[in-house]
């Protein structure tokens, strides 16, 4: 983790700053939700040190594919180094598809936030020094800030800098082990107006049930879609 940290702050800055008049994830989640789908945020992860093997395929064609199966939302990795990502992807894919789109990365700056335009950014709480700069920052930009948390406390950091849309890592950072649990210990704590999302270890539709009892309002899916027919994985997923 030091050195995707590492590789993340030694990025240069852009030039520039950006301006969205994006998608709303939430609405999009609610809508999805109103219509009794699962609102499945899909990834597109070339890569992950998490992961065995890279997906070659065009970014473009699997987020196509997603799309195609279901997904309310897409998640497209910026990050080049560790994860494959690039921001030319994800500018491609937001240029195409007709749902909105999170930039997942590891953004530590404000300077960072105008790499590339999104609908969504993600801030991961343990990572940022300024949480509630950086929330008011995305904001200003046209991006809502999708606050990632992985415990209590740091939920609570995310409140507190104001996050309404609030990612709950099944993922510990640090040791990179999964548990389904820490959601549910963690959700609960979260206020009812709050838009929860699920994210990692989730691989089936059994999984989906229990996160969804835990609270969770969406599911953002990698590895198990990308492991195999990114469509038919979403549409089994978004079905459940």
């Not at 020094?129 to 609570?156: C, Q």
């Amino acid at each position: 983790m030091r050195s995707i940290l590492r590789a993340a702050d030694e990025r240069p800055d852009p030039d520039g700053r950006v301006a969205v008049d994006g998608q709303s994830l939430v609405t999009a989640i609610e809508t999805t939700t109103e219509a009794g789908r699962v609102p499945i945020i899909a990834e597109v992860k070339p890569t992950s040190p998490t992961t065995d093997g890279t997906r070659t395929d065009d970014p473009l064609t699997l987020a196509r594919e997603m799309v195609a199966g279901g997904a309310t939302a897409l998640s497209v990795l910026t990050e080049p180094e560790h994860f494959g990502g690039s921001t030319a992807s994800l500018e491609r894919i937001r240029e195409t598809v007709d749902v909105p789109v999170v930039r997942k990365d590891f953004v530590r700056s404000e300077a960072q936030l105008d790499a590339v335009a999104a609908d969504a950014v993600l801030l991961i709480v343990r990572f940022v020094e300024d949480l509630p700069h950086l929330v008011e920052a995305a904001r200003d930009r046209g991006m809502e800030p999708l606050v990632e948390a992985h415990s209590s406390d740091e939920l609570a950091e995310a409140l507190d800098a104001g996050a309404d849309l609030v990612g709950i890592n099944n993922r510990d950072l640090s040791r990179l082990e999964v548990d389904l649990a820490t959601f549910e210990a963690v959700a609960p704590s979260a206020p009812d107006d709050v838009t929860l999302v699920a994210e990692s270890g989730i691989a089936t539709p059994d999984d989906v049930h229990r996160m969804r009892e835990a609270g969770a309002d969406a599911l953002l899916v990698g590895s198990a879609i990308m492991a195999g027919d990114v469509r038919e994985r979403t549409r089994e997923l978004v079905a459940a």
